[in-house]
C-alpha cells in the first residue's frame, strides 16, 4: 500500500508545480502540506516522491525553453568539434552550467543524511523562509539591474550555482529564491536572474529526481501516485512558469518577500500549537 494516495498526489503535484519556480520554497511548501494531510514528512518514500515530481517541473522547463536549450546543447556540440566554435557564448554557457552544478551535487551526496534527517524540521522550514525573505528583500534593493542575460560570466555561473546549496541545507530557503538573490546582488536584471535560476535547475533537480527514483518505488511511494504527481506538477509548472516571466519583467520581489514572511510565521504558530509537527 503506497504511503501517499493518488488524490494526495494531484495535491502535491499542483502544489510543487506552484512553487518550484517561484522564490517561495517549493520543499518548505510540500512539507507544509504534507504535514497538514498526515503524510510523515521524514519517511524515505514521502522523501523520494517529493524529488521524483520535481522531474515533471523540470520538464516543463525543457518544453518551454526548448529552442533555447537545443541552441546551448548545438553550440556546445559544435564547439566540442571545432576550436573556432569554442568563443561563442552559448558554447561556454553549456560548460558554465555543468561546472555550477558540481558544488551541490558534491553537498548533496556528503550532507544526504544531514538533508533527510534534521534538516527536514518544519521548524528549519519556517526559519529559513522568513531568513531567506530578508535576503530576497535586500538583493532586490541592492542590485542595479543593470547586466542582461548576455552578460553572465563562469563567474555569475559559479557563484548562483554555489548558491543552490543554501536552499538543499536549508529546506524553506527556496533554490529558486537563492540563486536569483545572488544574480541580483551581481547586478543582472530580473529577467536575467529568473531565467539564469531555470536553467541551473535543469540538471540539478533532474539528477535529484533520477536518484531518487528508485527509493521512493522501493519504499511505499507507489507508481501510480508518483505518476499522477509528475504529470500534474508538469502542467502546473508549465503555467508557472510563463507567469513569473511576465511577472518579473515589471515587478519587484517584495510580494514574494511579503508571502514568505506570513507562511513562515504561520508555520511557526502551527508548529507551537501543535497543530502540525515538525
Given at each position: ?125 519556517a526559519g529559513?523562509l522568513i ?99 509528475t504529470v ?47
Open positions: 500500500m503506497s504511503v501517499i494516495s493518488v488524490g494526495q498526489a494531484v495535491v502535491l503535484g499542483a502544489v510543487e508545480g506552484v512553487t518550484e519556480f517561484l522564490p517561495v520554497s517549493s520543499t518548505g511548501h510540500l512539507k507544509i502540506v504534507e504535514g497538514l494531510m498526515g503524510i510523515p514528512v521524514d519517511d524515505d518514500a514521502v522523501v523520494g516522491f517529493s524529488a521524483v515530481i520535481q522531474v515533471g517541473a523540470i520538464a516543463a522547463v525543457l518544453v518551454y525553453f526548448f529552442k533555447d536549450i537545443v541552441r546551448i546543447v548545438s553550440a556546445w556540440g559544435r564547439g566540442l568539434r571545432d576550436r573556432e566554435e569554442r568563443y561563442h557564448h552559448d558554447y561556454k554557457f553549456a560548460w558554465w552550467v555543468i561546472c555550477a552544478t558540481i558544488p551541490i551535487v558534491a553537498v548533496g551526496l556528503a550532507a544526504k543524511p544531514l538533508i533527510e534527517g534534521p534538516l527536514a524540521s518544519l521548524w528549519v522550514v529559513s531568513v531567506g525573505s530578508g535576503v530576497m528583500w535586500a538583493a532586490d534593493q541592492m542590485g542595479r539591474h543593470k547586466r542582461g542575460e548576455d552578460d553572465t560570466s563562469f563567474k555569475d555561473a559559479m557563484l548562483v550555482g554555489s548558491s543552490q546549496i543554501l536552499a538543499l541545507l536549508f529546506p524553506g530557503f527556496s533554490r529558486s529564491g537563492a540563486t536569483m538573490s545572488t544574480a541580483l546582488i551581481l547586478d543582472l536584471d530580473r529577467v536575467a536572474a529568473t531565467r539564469l535560476s531555470f536553467f541551473l535547475g535543469i540538471p540539478a533537480l533532474t539528477g535529484a529526481g533520477l536518484y531518487e527514483l528508485k527509493d521512493a518505488l522501493g519504499t511505499g511511494a507507489g507508481a501510480a501516485p508518483l505518476a499522477v504527481g500534474v506538477s508538469f502542467v502546473v509548472a508549465y503555467a508557472s512558469i510563463a507567469w513569473l516571466l511576465k511577472f518579473v519583467a515589471k515587478h519587484s520581489f517584495n510580494a514574494f518577500v511579503i508571502y514568505r514572511i506570513v507562511v513562515g510565521v504561520l508555520l511557526f504558530g502551527l508548529l507551537g500549537a501543535g497543530v502540525l509537527h515538525g
